[in-house]
């Protein structure tokens, strides 16, 4: 059963791919069955022209089937969606299922929020059903936004708890002692100024994802209050293009934090060793 479901958004690698017509009509029970039962029937009664004419028929239907809009509209188009859709809900519930429950029941209140803009646009008759379709996808993609922005804090917040701050400084003040200790021309002494230049790195980048942090939280908070105002405005919305500017708007940074989160996270890890050596 799943535990996180999305709507019928589609997510942008489904959407650059086609629905593959072709083994959409080959491989239905239908044909598949019209076939065996023309070869059982051919080799049961020695009738072998039975089964030249179910693969002439076959022949045909495969030439023509695939490209039939009608086919296209009313069976396999839905099919795709449907196949499109079960991908976004597995992958959405794989992110819901990685986060700690205090996350979890953020997520659940914004699918909940999501659901009554939908229902609320659904019922506001200045809003063509045909013209909010596509703004309202975007409502699923902002969801899968804040499952992905929950789980880039886990991320931090998870890391930021593994760096020993102390034996950080501590490594800083060491190699310092040494610089000022040993000769310029020590091979210590450059050993020592190197170990600095990583542990200075370190420490941006640990601001950095701490900075990162404190975005990702205040843009999890953002689009919370955004579907909120979303919910009391669209009972009065009388143009899409206002829905549409305040979820673009949502959207904007998120692929930024991301990138920021990921930086900073393999920084993080950089000079791990000097510290260990210390330590022991």
Known sequence: MLVFVGSDSKNEANQASEPPYARYAFLN?????????????????????????AAA???LWMLFAPGSTLLQKTIWDKRWDQVRKDEQDAVLNQKFAR???QEQARALALREQRGRIQQLAAENPSLAAELMSAELVKLDALMEDFLDLALVCQRCERQLAAVDVIALQ????????????????DQRREVAEKN??????????????QRNLQTARGHMDLMENSFRLLADEIVTMADPSQLASRLDDLRIGVEAIREGSE??????????AADRSLRA
């Open 170 to 185: 501590r490594s800083w003040q060491f190699y310092e002692d040494q610089t000022k200790h040993f000769a310029p021309t």
């Open 99 to 101: 986060l700690s429950p």
């Open 57 to 59: 028929s076959e022949a």
């Open 263 to 272: 930086d900073a996270s393999e920084s993080i890890e950089d000079g791990s």
């Open 29 to 53: 029970p239908y044909n598949l069955s019209l076939l065996t039962g023309a070869g059982a029937v051919a080799a049961a009664t020695g009738q072998y022209w039975i089964a030249i004419a």
């Open 196 to 209: 600095l230049e990583v542990i200075a790195q370190r420490r941006n980048r640990i601001d950095a994802m």
